[in-house]
């Protein structure tokens, strides 16, 4: 079976760095995507990871361990434009995408 | 580059009519997706073609939802008849074979059926 776990909303302060966790048990894996989704708009690409390890890209980085079924998303220097739901999703074999429900996360001032 | 197309933006309905929704994906993405959001979750995969070719459907309501990619570019998504449970967004996204990771969503269409 599938399950995708994320933290349903997480506060965080601008300036603040953010942690948030994702834990998976699917019946493939190929490759863990995070998606940034503000409200009433479209889910767009943040990161990827295939192999253990953080991936950094500017503000944003991306952990995994495949062991553990585990990755978060790090978020540095938050600004109130980070205010978004956050989206981890499991590539299974076949290239399929499975979405977790995503974390709401609120940036304030 | 012009981006993931889809109309229309919003449709409201009443439970048991039909209703249709239109996708245009970016140009060259080979694979094309239909997903449903409903409020508070995350995107649920409904039907992956490759090129006009069905790869993934089995997460598709085959009695009430249909969908097709004529000519491997556009494609439809049509739902008869709505049900109360089928409000939703419905999302199409696209991306270049081999890279199903990185797929780029349309603004989706936002379904009310009353």
């Known amino acids: 079976g599938q399950n995708i776990d994320q933290p349903t909303e997480m506060t965080a302060t601008e300036g603040a760095i953010v942690q948030i966790n994702c834990t998976y048990q699917?019946?493939?894996?190929?490759?863990l995507f995070w998606y940034q989704q503000h409200a009433g708009e479209a889910p767009t690409f943040l990161s990827y990871?295939?192999?253990?390890g953080l991936e950094e890209k500017g503000r944003f980085s991306s952990f995994l361990s495949r062991s553990k079924g585990y990755s978060y998303l790090l978020l540095k220097e938050l600004q109130m434009k980070d205010s978004a739901s956050y989206l981890c999703a499991v590539r299974e074999y076949g290239n399929k995408l499975v979405f977790g429900a995503g974390t709401i996360l609120r940036v304030k001032s | 580059e012009a981006g993931v197309a889809q109309s229309p933006r919003y449709k409201i309905i009443e439970k048991r009519q039909s209703v249709a929704f239109w996708c245009n994906p970016i140009s060259g993405h080979a694979t094309l997706y239909w997903y449903q959001q409903i409020l508070g979750q995350g995107p649920k995969l409904l039907i992956q073609?490759?090129?006009?070719?069905?790869?993934?459907d089995s997460q598709l309501p085959k009695d009430r939802f249909s969908a097709e990619r004529l000519k491997g570019v556009d494609s439809t998504l049509k739902i008869q008849p709505a049900k109360l449970e089928d409000s939703a967004v419905y999302l199409c996204a696209s991306s270049l074979a081999g890279r199903e990771g990185t797929q780029y969503f349309g603004p989706g269409t936002r379904l009310l059926v009353l």
């Open positions: 990871n295939v192999l253990d």
């Open positions: 073609f490759q090129n006009n070719g069905v790869v993934d």
């Open positions: 699917t019946s493939g894996f190929n490759g």
